[in-house]
């Protein structure tokens, strides 16, 4: 039995290798929400009730997802695949997959190391920064987010762990933003501050590239907030130029969060992607 969407709850799944941290609502065609560094599952509440109606959807809680004692390390990225994978699989059927900056560089190494088995992709503003490397692998500087990220790891390693946090919390989201935030908040981020680290390596280390995404098939959203960082439009307006038939939505408005501050026009733009993949399914 599945909770509907006024009793949300997250619970612990043991899915092979992993104990997956699980919000699971609805009935229908699965639905998978991959969320973002620094939040959980229930960043999705607002989107999620709204699609709950008609499709069954699972929000994975990647805080909560813990390796079990007979599971090899790898990487941040290639764990939480396997995680994504082993989920994907107890569900049996194809899905719709959604993810959110972390969360949606996920879903494209996903989608392109696995394609068979979503039926639609959606990315709200993925962090795919391979995108944006020139022919010699360096990041283009007009994006700024090399420097950003190079900032970031250079307060990391002289030890002010908060001030990096901080930093990297200001970069997605304006400045002031973390000192503004509150104690609560910031002692949560403090405490998960060793995985948004892998996170953010993982996008300074992305090696995505066009070739890559103009192989994927499946209907596909990208989305941004009209009042992101250039890094971000730019990754969205590449790969909705890129991937065939994708279909690019503009949050006016949001920032990098927009599931978060205007869920009302992201869900909109989800419901019509994965209504069109199910008309096109039949």
């Not at 039995?1 to 997250?10: G, I, K, N, Q, R």
């Not at 194809?94 to 639609?120: C, D, F, K, Q, W």
């Not at 590239?209 to 907030?225: F, N, S």
């Not at 250039?230 to 006016?252: H, K």
Request: a negative charge.
């Amino acid at each position: 039995m599945h909770e509907d969407a006024s009793e949300l709850e997250l619970s612990a799944r043991d899915m092979g290798s992993w104990r997956v941290g699980l919000v699971d609502a609805g009935r229908g065609v699965p639905v998978v929400l991959l969320h973002g560094s620094g939040d959980g599952a229930f960043v999705w509440r607002p989107v999620l009730e709204r699609l709950v109606p008609d499709r069954r959807v699972c929000a994975v809680d990647f805080g909560s997802t813990v390796r079990l004692a007979a599971c090899r390390a790898t990487g941040r990225l290639e764990d939480d695949r396997e995680a994504l994978r082993s989920l994907l699989v107890e569900l049996g059927e194809p899905v719709h997959l959604v993810g959110h900056s972390y969360g949606a560089l996920l879903g494209i190494r996903h989608a392109v190391e696995e394609p068979v088995g979503i039926r639609s992709l959606a990315l709200i503003e993925p962090i795919a920064f391979g995108l944006l490397r020139d022919e010699s692998g360096k990041h283009r500087s007009e994006s700024g987010i090399a420097s950003a990220l190079e900032s970031f790891f250079e307060t990391w390693s002289g030890g002010d762990r908060a001030r990096a946090i901080g930093a990297i919390v200001d970069y997605w989201n304006g400045d002031g933003v973390w000192r503004l935030m509150g104690a609560e908040r910031q002692e949560r981020l403090l405490a998960g501050a060793e995985r948004i680290r892998q996170e953010v390596a993982c996008a300074y280390e992305d090696r995505t590239t066009v070739l890559e995404v103009r192989e994927l098939a499946m209907p596909t959203l990208i989305a941004y907030g009209a009042n992101t960082t250039c890094a971000a439009r730019d990754v969205c307006e590449l790969l909705t130029g890129t991937i065939p038939g994708a279909r690019g939505s503009r949050v006016e408005g949001a920032g990098h969060s927009s599931m978060r501050s205007h869920p009302g026009p992201v869900a909109t733009a989800l419901e019509e992607l994965m209504a069109a993949a199910e008309r096109a399914a039949h």
